[in-house]
């Protein structure tokens, strides 16, 4: 739990070792802040309270391939039973199918393990960060600070959404339309599985039947391209939690190029808003083209959960959503902010 | 002071009369959560407790026209000692020239009155900001949460790029161009003055000496275009501040067409970083060429406002910058919100 020192760094854990979840443990020795010690997956897990070789876990296909990982059926919980007090942050990059599966993880971590902390999730769907809410209550009584829907879209996105929206007196809509290219789609299966299910004719029964040959066989029959529109995506219930607009005014969907590491599309946010003045006008956020889905995802994320321990630490639990909270950076070469007699005289909200 | 139960709306007190001032007075009843209840400048101050006529605000040249308005050469302060209790929340709009008066009215305010709540600025200046940031400790003691720089740049625009920063591992620059349309330079006389100062030739001393007169024949010389580069805007030190670069990475300018209401130029902040993978890339955020300077600056300043009686209520005292909280929003349908039985399971941080 985030008792340490603030000068100490967060000791972090992965759960889920997939695309995002490795993209994470390459994104981590980048933030100052945050030390790797742990990553896990249904297959097995693995905990260094020194810190784990991050290369390695790039390159790994299994986590018990890693040195000293241990095999478990629910090697996730007795991760977090064993090491628990050891890790002070998770990071939740977890398949959002099914639907449910998210909050039983997090039922069964707060009944069966020793984990006090921050958690940051990378969910996608409306229904996976809907769950989450009702455990708001045990999630607080453990001492648990969640953040739901910190990952890119919901997540990053929505929050340039939260900002941009101040503006206006009243917001029209909400569009999220992005573009993602991955040049292998089979680093990211659970994804792109999960991105079939938006497409007409699939549910998630079809999507969990099919065989990774079948679906390289959708794929082929698409030339790679999905074009994904009415998604679910919880950034809908986000800004509506965030007091920003109803959720029928947030509408989700994107293009994805499963051939391609370059996006098909560039991603944008659009808010359109009534002014003051009765006219009707849109900004627009372009993310860019060169930033990919495990930049957008882990580093947002990152603020989010270096946030989140700033708030821990003043006695927050319970869960949050990613547009209450400002993500927080921490600028590479800290020498720049020591030496910088402002930096010092600044109190921040820790 | 802000102890008022969470149903009834924020009290709030603008400090500066001139556009922002009166803009702020029409913004107001468009946020459900404020009232507006005092106004004040040099020339004297209005107060009701049980709201100020907006549209009659809207239209004065000097507050002492308000019915009921006391004229004082220490209006602000005059004000603040016969109602700081009955006042939650300050707008000040005040001029950043000198830099120093910002700070000094504070210190006043702190020492000579009975306020104690949530004080936004929309202060511009890098040194304006710089000297207000050693009475932090001053207004903890006292009971005052200050948050600076949380107009539209420094503020809503500053907040944009703090999240957009998100995805990089190195943030290399920040820029910020703006497009600023007047259709009347009179109703910003302050801003203008401010906006001389940036001009090759011009200074504090200079722009202070000039009479109306003098600043119509500079601005027609000019076809009424102010074009501004290397503006000393405080966005420098609270993304420094922030996290997340240096201030010498962070550009302000931009093109002020004093003559017509349409922007010359939309206005864009441009974060431009180095990706996990090596890549240099930039998101951009492009505001809407329908919202004035009232709307960016005023909404944003009310989301900070909000988000900070939050905090207040938590017994957050001190300063801090707009970058360091995500403005908070609160949909007009009311109704749409109560209605919802997820807005009343999520605990918000309050």
Redesign the interface.
Known sequence: MPTTQQNQPIRVAILGAGGLGK?MA??IP??PDFQLVAIADRSGFAFNAAGLDVQQISQLTQVIEYPGAVASDEAILELLQAEGENIDAIFKALPNIPVGFCAQTIEAIVEKTSFRGVIVDALKRTRAV?QL??L?GQL?EKGILYITGAGATPG?LT??A??????????LSVNIYFGVGISNWEAYKATIREDLLHLEGFNAEKVAKMTDAEIQAELDARDGLLELTQMEHADD?IL???????RDRVTVGGLVDTRNAKKPVSTTVTVTGR???G??????????????M???V???A??FMLRGVE?YR?G?Y????S???????????RQ??AS?P??Q?????V
Chains 1, 2 share one sequence.
């Open positions: 993209g390459e994104f980048h933030r809907e809410l009702p708001s607080k990053f929050t340039a939260a900002v941009a929206a101040q503006s206006f007196i009243e917001v219930v509506e939690l965030a007091g920003i607009c109803s002014t003051l003045g006219a009707v006008g849109s900004h627009q956020f372009v993310v860019s083209d060169e930033t990919t495990v930049d957008n882990c580093g947002p990152l603020g708030l003043q927050k319970g869960v949050i959503t547009a209450d909270i400002m993500p927080r950076y921490q600028i590479q070469v720049s902010a910088n402002l930096t005289k600044i109190p921040t909200l």
